[in-house]
């Protein structure tokens, strides 16, 4: 019996974070100066003059810096290593390419001043055609002249006999499908906070940054440092999603700034800039075609991808479309695929990981075929994913080369149609029908792919019996500090409270990846684990060495260590008097209670889970709300059932927003329509309906915890069952999401196209 593995314990930051009491980097004391940027107000142009002396005579202006005001941070940096790259420049030469391209970097003694001086910088633009549809941009002039194309990345994936099984099919749907660019919308957008020490010749980063440990090493390698020389803390940060992993050009502008003038220089992006400077999520078209035999098996998947990159190539740009078709086979068997991908650059912000990133977009398009498959056939939605589910044996290999390290498909389902009580809500919503409201179920069963590389960590225990723990991993608001926690208390007699986690800094924590991808637990979880088990190890050959006794003799107590069967026993305090004392010692041991591991992911864990969304559409405004939402996910062991829970939460209220709200819109010469608030639809809490969380633990082998990822799970299977249960409300075959109130009301009165 676990006493905190598994236990609801709360979050120790949250008294301090809802009393005001966080420090996010906009709290951090003030630099001497403050950094704007001058952006592109055109999606293409060609660039001529900057004349900066109207900036300069501001007082307070200290300086305006163009592309050719720093030739030596323009040397090639790395970036991705798959695909035509074209990476993204500090500052625009000689062309731009998206509205919102950095031109001419402003340095001021105050943010307002710097901000009055970016716009007295003139700026001359010649303007050229622009192409932000990434299908037109496949035949498009080329962005970049040097890559002779707008294709950066073409895959093919082919597997069974696929001709054959549409040549055989006794059902086949069709639909072009659209995941919209969205804005990943954090609470506390981007921004960075550098100091040089010229003393002791080093650099510090304040960061909201995902990866730490990459920021240093890109901050070293453009600024020619020994990455000893650059430290990275991240603050408290408010929120990420995927969009806080990339290094961007304001990070390293501000560091080579701060190293240049010897002063502090911060940079703290704007809402609306963050509209057009930080990546866009999603944005793929797909045309695929599923064929079924007369039962509503599936025989077969086939079609192709389209991946808007945006105009430039940052570190998640192009692995977001690879993961769609790794995940293009989902929880069902599919004896044949062909599928292509293209990603192609667009004159628009560049694209990049956001919640899920790559695997809502695959579930999107399995779960609206499977809906389109069952109306077809004349099968209720849950029995046509019920004749499909993969059954094992576990791991599977799927047909698109992903390895499924456990599952249990039916039973998720089943489950969820238990406690909806699905089959009385299909006779409730025929009830509905008849006296005239517009009620709709949706259904989505998703696979997901989660964790990846290695990642360190470390346990500390102190002579006063407290201890810290270190980990490599980087939160954002998830809260896994408290799991780490519990991770350690359950290894060590030492209660949760005396316990503290050290984080997000590279000077504490040399190495680590970071957190994404949905890997804190499995793989930064598991380097915790390892080292708690280590001091614990430790702590019995004191205890042993104590009690005159076998270390294998010894088990835990509540105080410390016993011989088990007997009632001889030492005390945490004995312990630590010993270990901190080389003279009572055993020998072979120095002295201290710390140990520092590493734990390294082999094979990615796969959560999975079923989702059900009851809507109703008004019939006279076309506005959608949500009645119900049941969420059943299973991933693994739950160290935490409330950080659980808190992920589905927040995981469902963006795939709804996805469904029914949010879109990044361009016109025809890349202008983004939805660069603020006022333009780009955020879901609201009283929008949300109570979710009903459960869960299933099916653990996964890929991990000596048995844990798989949960931060993307609701993004992934929120928005297809939305988008599901509003068409089955109408009655309608497809509408391109976000499903807004004027697309629907469009829709009941046949005025969609």
């Given at each position: 019996m676990?006493?905190?593995?598994g236990q609801?314990?709360?979050?120790?930051?949250d008294?301090?974070?809802v009393?005001?009491?966080?420090?996010?980097?906009?709290d951090?004391?003030?630099?001497?100066l403050?950094l704007?940027l001058?952006?592109s107000?055109?999606a293409?142009a060609r660039?001529?003059?900057?004349?900066?002396r109207?900036?300069l005579?501001l007082?307070?202006?200290?300086?305006?810096?163009?592309a050719?005001?720093l030739?030596?941070?323009?040397a090639?940096a790395?970036?991705?290593?798959?695909?035509r790259l074209?990476l993204h420049?500090l500052?625009?030469?000689?062309?731009v390419?998206?509205?919102?391209?950095?031109v001419?970097?402003?340095?001021?003694?105050s943010?307002?001043?710097?901000?009055?001086?970016?716009m007295r910088v003139?700026?001359?633009?010649e303007p050229?055609p622009?192409?932000?549809?990434p299908?037109?941009?496949l035949?498009a002039?080329?962005?970049?002249d040097h890559?002779g194309?707008?294709?950066?990345?073409?895959?093919?994936?082919?597997?069974?006999?696929?001709e054959?099984?549409f040549?055989?099919?006794?059902?086949?749907?069709?639909?072009r499908?659209?995941?919209?660019r969205?804005?990943p919308a954090?609470m506390?957008?981007r921004g960075?906070?550098?100091f040089?020490?010229?003393?002791r010749?080093?650099?510090t980063?304040?960061s909201?940054?995902?990866?730490p440990?990459?920021l240093?090493?890109?901050?070293?390698?453009?600024?020619g440092?020994g990455?000893?020389?650059v430290?990275?803390?991240?603050?408290e940060?408010?929120g990420?999603?995927?969009a806080?992993?990339?290094?961007?050009?304001?990070?390293?502008?501000?560091a080579?700034?701060a190293?240049?003038?010897?002063?502090?220089?911060?940079?703290?992006?704007g809402?609306?800039e963050?509209f057009?400077?930080?990546?866009h999520?999603r944005?793929q078209?797909?045309?695929?075609?599923m064929?079924?035999d007369?039962?509503?098996?599936?025989?077969?998947l086939?079609?192709?991808?389209?991946?808007d990159?945006?105009?430039y190539?940052?570190?998640t740009?192009?692995?977001?479309?690879?993961?769609?078709l790794l995940?293009?086979?989902?929880?069902?068997?599919?004896?044949?695929?062909?599928?292509r991908l293209q990603s192609v650059y667009?004159h628009?912000?560049p694209?990049?990981?956001?919640?899920?990133?790559?695997?809502?977009?695959?579930?999107?398009?399995l779960?609206?075929l499977?809906?389109?498959?069952?109306?077809?056939?004349?099968?209720?939605?849950?029995?046509i994913?019920r004749?499909n589910?993969?059954r094992g044996?576990?791991?599977y290999?799927t047909?698109?080369?992903?390895?499924?390290d456990?599952?249990?498909?039916p039973?998720a389902?089943?489950r969820?149609l238990e406690?909806?009580r699905y089959?009385?809500?299909r006779a409730?919503?025929q009830?509905m029908r008849?006296?005239?409201?517009?009620?709709?179920?949706?259904l989505c069963?998703?696979?997901?792919?989660t964790?990846?590389?290695?990642?360190t960590g470390?346990v500390?225990?102190?002579p006063?019996?407290?201890a810290v723990v270190f980990t490599g991993?980087?939160?954002?608001?998830?809260?896994?500090?408290?799991?780490?926690?519990?991770?350690v208390?359950e290894q060590?007699?030492i209660?949760?409270?005396?316990?503290?986690v050290?984080?997000g800094?590279t000077l504490?924590v040399?190495?680590?990846?970071?957190?994404?991808?949905s890997?804190t637990?499995s793989?930064?979880?598991?380097?915790?684990?390892r080292?708690?088990?280590?001091?614990r190890?430790?702590?019995?050959?004191i205890?042993?060495?104590?009690?005159?006794?076998?270390?294998e003799d010894?088990?835990?107590t509540?105080?410390?260590?016993?011989?088990?069967?007997t009632?001889?026993?030492?005390?945490?305090?004995?312990?630590?008097?010993?270990?901190?004392?080389?003279?009572?010692?055993?020998?072979?041991?120095?002295?201290?209670l710390?140990v520092?591991?590493?734990?390294?992911?082999?094979?990615?864990?796969?959560?999975?889970?079923?989702h059900?969304?009851?809507?109703?559409?008004d019939?006279?405004?076309?506005?959608?709300r949500?009645?119900?939402y049941?969420a059943?996910d299973?991933c693994?062991?739950?160290v935490n059932p409330?950080?659980?829970?808190?992920?589905?939460?927040?995981?469902?209220?963006?795939g709804?927003g996805q469904?029914?709200?949010?879109g990044?819109?361009y016109?025809?010469?890349?202008q983004n329509l939805?660069?603020?608030l006022l333009?780009y639809a955020?879901?609201?809490?009283?929008?949300?309906?109570p979710l009903?969380?459960?869960r299933l633990?099916?653990p996964?082998?890929?991990n000596?915890l048995?844990?798989k990822?949960v931060?993307?799970?609701?993004a992934?299977?929120a928005?297809p069952?939305v988008v599901?249960?509003?068409l089955?409300?109408?009655?309608v075959e497809?509408?391109?999401?976000?499903?807004?109130?004027?697309?629907l009301w469009r829709?009941l009165?046949?005025?969609v196209?």
């Amino acid at each position: 019996m676990s006493r905190y593995i598994g236990q609801p314990f709360k979050r120790q930051e949250d008294g301090r974070l809802v009393q005001g009491q966080g420090r996010y980097l906009a709290d951090l004391p003030e630099p001497a100066l403050h950094l704007v940027l001058v952006r592109s107000p055109y999606a293409h142009a060609r660039l001529g003059p900057i004349d900066a002396r109207e900036a300069l005579r501001l007082p307070g202006v200290v300086a305006v810096y163009t592309a050719a005001d720093l030739p030596e941070l323009f040397a090639p940096a790395s970036g991705p290593r798959e695909g035509r790259l074209a990476l993204h420049p500090l500052l625009a030469r000689e062309r731009v390419r998206y509205v919102g391209e950095p031109v001419a970097a402003v340095l001021a003694t105050s943010r307002a001043l710097a901000e009055d001086a970016a716009m007295r910088v003139e700026v001359d633009y010649e303007p050229l055609p622009a192409c932000a549809d990434p299908l037109l941009a496949l035949s498009a002039p080329p962005l970049h002249d040097h890559l002779g194309t707008n294709l950066a990345l073409e895959r093919t994936l082919v597997a069974g006999e696929v001709e054959a099984a549409f040549a055989r099919a006794h059902t086949v749907v069709r639909a072009r499908l659209q995941q919209q660019r969205v804005a990943p919308a954090p609470m506390e957008p981007r921004g960075v906070l550098a100091f040089w020490d010229g003393l002791r010749e080093g650099l510090t980063l304040y960061s909201s940054t995902q990866m730490p440990h990459d920021l240093r090493s890109a901050v070293a390698e453009r600024l020619g440092l020994g990455e000893n020389q650059v430290r990275v803390v991240v603050p408290e940060v408010g929120g990420a999603f995927g969009a806080k992993i990339n290094v961007y050009p304001e990070e390293i502008l501000a560091a080579y700034l701060a190293r240049r003038l010897d002063q502090g220089v911060r940079w703290v992006e704007g809402r609306n800039e963050s509209f057009t400077a930080t990546v866009h999520g999603r944005a793929q078209v797909a045309e695929l075609e599923m064929a079924f035999d007369r039962e509503g098996r599936i025989l077969g998947l086939r079609g192709r991808v389209v991946a808007d990159l945006g105009a430039y190539a940052l570190e998640t740009t192009l692995g977001n479309a690879p993961g769609t078709l790794l995940m293009l086979q989902g929880p069902y068997e599919i004896p044949a695929l062909e599928l292509r991908l293209q990603s192609v650059y667009t004159h628009a912000t560049p694209t990049g990981a956001y919640r899920g990133a790559g695997r809502p977009e695959a579930t999107y398009y399995l779960e609206r075929l499977m809906d389109m498959g069952a109306r077809a056939l004349g099968l209720d939605p849950a029995e046509i994913r019920r004749r499909n589910f993969i059954r094992g044996p576990f791991p599977y290999r799927t047909r698109t080369g992903a390895k499924y390290d456990s599952g249990a498909y039916p039973e998720a389902l089943a489950r969820l149609l238990e406690v909806s009580r699905y089959s009385e809500l299909r006779a409730w919503q025929q009830q509905m029908r008849e006296a005239g409201r517009l009620v709709g179920l949706g259904l989505c069963c998703y696979v997901e792919i989660t964790g990846y590389g290695w990642e360190t960590g470390g346990v500390r225990v102190n002579p006063d019996g407290s201890a810290v723990v270190f980990t490599g991993t980087s939160p954002h608001g998830q809260g896994t500090q408290n799991a780490f926690v519990q991770i350690v208390a359950e290894q060590l007699p030492i209660p949760p409270e005396r316990i503290r986690v050290v984080q997000g800094d590279t000077l504490a924590v040399p190495y680590g990846m970071g957190t994404a991808g949905s890997r804190t637990l499995s793989v930064g979880g598991s380097a915790v684990l390892r080292a708690a088990e280590g001091v614990r190890e430790k702590m019995r050959r004191i205890a042993a060495h104590l009690l005159e006794a076998a270390p294998e003799d010894l088990e835990r107590t509540e105080k410390g260590f016993g011989v088990r069967g007997t009632d001889k026993e030492v005390a945490l305090e004995q312990i630590l008097a010993a270990a901190f004392n080389p003279r009572r010692l055993p020998e072979g041991l120095e002295p201290g209670l710390e140990v520092q591991a590493s734990f390294a992911l082999k094979e990615a864990n796969y959560p999975f889970g079923a989702h059900l969304a009851v809507v109703e559409v008004d019939p006279e405004t076309g506005e959608v709300r949500l009645l119900r939402y049941i969420a059943v996910d299973d991933c693994g062991v739950v160290v935490n059932p409330l950080l659980f829970e808190g992920q589905q939460h927040g995981g469902v209220a963006q795939g709804i927003g996805q469904a029914l709200y949010e879109g990044i819109l361009y016109d025809e010469e890349g202008q983004n329509l939805t660069a603020s608030l006022l333009e780009y639809a955020l879901p609201r809490a009283d929008q949300m309906p109570p979710l009903e969380a459960h869960r299933l633990e099916t653990p996964s082998p890929t991990n000596p915890l048995g844990v798989k990822g949960v931060g993307e799970a609701g993004a992934i299977a929120a928005t297809p069952a939305v988008v599901n249960a509003v068409l089955d409300a109408l009655g309608v075959e497809h509408l391109d999401m976000p499903l807004s109130p004027e697309k629907l009301w469009r829709a009941l009165r046949g005025m969609v196209e």
